[in-house]
């Protein structure tokens, strides 16, 4: 069988919107799962817990390489996502704008939390100065300080 090549284009960009289709079908998964993930730590993060100890971050980042990978593929021409059906055209960049929400309110609530670790932190270490201020010997000057001793009275009936 002999296909013109008339017949041979048509049949390459089915072939390429198809591959096209399911390329775009997998970056929303992906934006899906990242735009979970990023919801989820978002909830960690509205509890107080410190950005160190969330579970996400690792799986987030991987994720987030993935997706990077991609729009830079886009980007440097070496990977179209040229998308023929409208529908899925519009579900993609509805995914893309959830995540770019998500990603914003992830990025104020980590700043939150790195400024709550930083306040913890030199709280502590007023502490430690403030102990260690209080049992030296030394005053500021590196001089025996003296220390005033006060004397009360105390009487008895």
Same mark, same amino acid.
């Given at each position: 069988?002999?296909?013109?090549? /008339?017949?041979?284009? %048509?049949?390459? *960009?089915?072939?390429?919107?198809?591959?096209?289709? *399911?390329?775009?079908?997998?970056?929303? /998964?992906?934006?899906?799962? =990242?735009?979970?993930?990023?919801?989820?730590?978002?909830? &960690?993060?509205?509890?107080?817990?410190?950005?160190?100890?969330?579970?996400? @971050?690792? &799986?987030?980042?991987?994720?987030?390489?993935?997706? &990077? !990978?991609?729009?830079?593929?886009?980007?440097?021409?070496?990977?179209?996502?040229?998308?023929?059906?409208?529908? =899925?055209?519009?579900?993609? =960049?509805?995914?893309?704008?959830? =995540?770019?929400?998500?990603?914003?309110?992830?990025?104020? !609530?980590?700043?939150?939390?790195?400024?709550?670790?930083? !306040?913890?932190? &030199?709280?502590?270490?007023?502490?430690?100065?403030?102990?260690?201020?209080?049992?030296?010997?030394?005053?500021? %000057?590196?001089?025996?300080? @003296?220390? $005033?001793?006060?004397?009360?009275? $105390?009487?008895?009936?």
């Amino acid at each position: 069988m002999t296909m013109t090549v /008339a017949k041979a284009k %048509s049949h390459a *960009t089915r072939t390429s919107a198809a591959n096209g289709d *399911t390329r775009i079908k997998s970056l929303i /998964a992906l934006i899906d799962v =990242l735009t979970a993930l990023v919801a989820e730590e978002n909830v &960690e993060l509205a509890k107080g817990l410190p950005a160190s100890r969330l579970k996400q @971050v690792d &799986e987030k980042n991987r994720l987030a390489e993935m997706f &990077e !990978r991609t729009v830079a593929e886009c980007a440097a021409g070496t990977t179209s996502l040229n998308v023929a059906d409208r529908i =899925l055209r519009e579900q993609l =960049l509805e995914r893309i704008l959830k =995540l770019r929400a998500a990603m914003d309110e992830n990025l104020v !609530r980590l700043r939150a939390a790195i400024e709550a670790s930083n !306040r913890r932190i &030199e709280a502590v270490m007023q502490a430690i100065r403030e102990q260690i201020a209080a049992v030296s010997p030394y005053g500021a %000057s590196g001089r025996v300080a @003296v220390r $005033s001793v006060s004397s009360g009275t $105390s009487r008895s009936a």
